[in-house]
């Protein structure tokens, strides 16, 4: 007798439909804004069904469009919420308001700030040069490779698309791959996720280390202060070597000017980091 989920069980009525369609713009409707901290929100979109599932492999990001004072705006996100979830997806997203610095602030955050429920924004993926399949297993650019270790570099709100490849491998009891995080901002205040991010490192602390740097702070911060160089990455990711892969997501300076050299300086290969 057939099990649950075996073969006979997987007619195309019990199929999950995928929102995401490569090269295809889709809409999702805003159905809850919550208020995560003064200017970070997570917004919940509807799919199609309550069966419907996003379709975005882990690793990978989909492009937002908006309309913004008559110009057309596009930004790359990756949700917070699983893959394995139906029927929604979350984002969370700090705002940039206005200020000196820059006068018109985030265009694409103030307008999805400024969404009611009920309002629409547009999709576009999945997007990305990075995969993660599970066990220690992964894509780059398509090509099929393998980790025992794997380090994640992430600055600002490219914690995204590192978190969802952490939460798969912790996800799965039987991924036996090694994984560490180093996660820069510019302040504790910017630091998104940490919540979440804390209490993986706490529930899992043989398989899951994690590490923060601020540009600067206040007394009482436990973190490091200052860009990734050279000793953090010697401290807290995994030595260069066979069955070590590191990637990394944040802004291009970051990358160019401090996390690359510093991976170089270390003696990691430069077929075993990318950016994501």
Request: net charge neutral; glycine share 12%; with cysteine.
């Amino acid at each position: 007798r057939p099990q649950a989920g075996g073969l006979m069980g997987a007619g195309p009525s019990c199929r999950s439909p995928t929102f995401l369609e490569p090269g295809v713009k889709k809409s999702a409707v805003l159905v809850e804004k919550t208020n995560v901290s003064p200017d970070t929100r997570r917004f919940r979109f509807a799919l199609p069904t309550k069966r419907t599932k996003l379709g975005l492999p882990v690793g990978n990001h989909m492009q937002v469009y908006a309309e913004v004072d008559g110009e057309t705006v596009l930004r790359s996100y990756t949700p917070v919420s699983s893959n394995a979830d139906r029927g929604f997806f979350d984002m969370v997203i700090k705002v940039y308001g206005k200020n000196d610095k820059f006068p018109a602030g985030g265009k694409m955050t103030q307008h999805l700030d400024g969404l009611k429920l009920g309002d629409s924004i547009q999709v576009k993926g999945p997007l990305g040069k990075f995969e993660y399949l599970g066990k220690g297993r992964f894509t780059v650019e398509g090509e099929a490779r393998s980790a025992d270790s794997i380090g994640l570099i992430a600055g600002g709100t490219g914690i995204t698309p590192a978190y969802q490849v952490v939460k798969a491998i912790l996800g799965d009891a039987n991924d036996s791959t090694k994984v560490s995080l180093i996660f820069a901002n510019q302040t504790p205040d910017d630091v998104l996720l940490k919540a979440e991010l804390d209490k993986l490192a706490k529930d899992f602390p043989d398989r899951f280390k994690l590490h923060y740097t601020v540009d600067r702070a206040d007394g009482g911060w436990e973190g490091s202060t200052g860009f990734v160089d050279e000793a953090m990455v010697k401290a807290h990711m995994p030595a260069p070597g066979d069955g070590t892969f590191i990637a990394a997501c944040g802004p291009p300076a970051m990358l160019d000017k401090a996390v690359f050299p510093a991976l170089d300086s270390v003696g990691y290969s430069k077929g075993d980091y990318m950016s994501f």
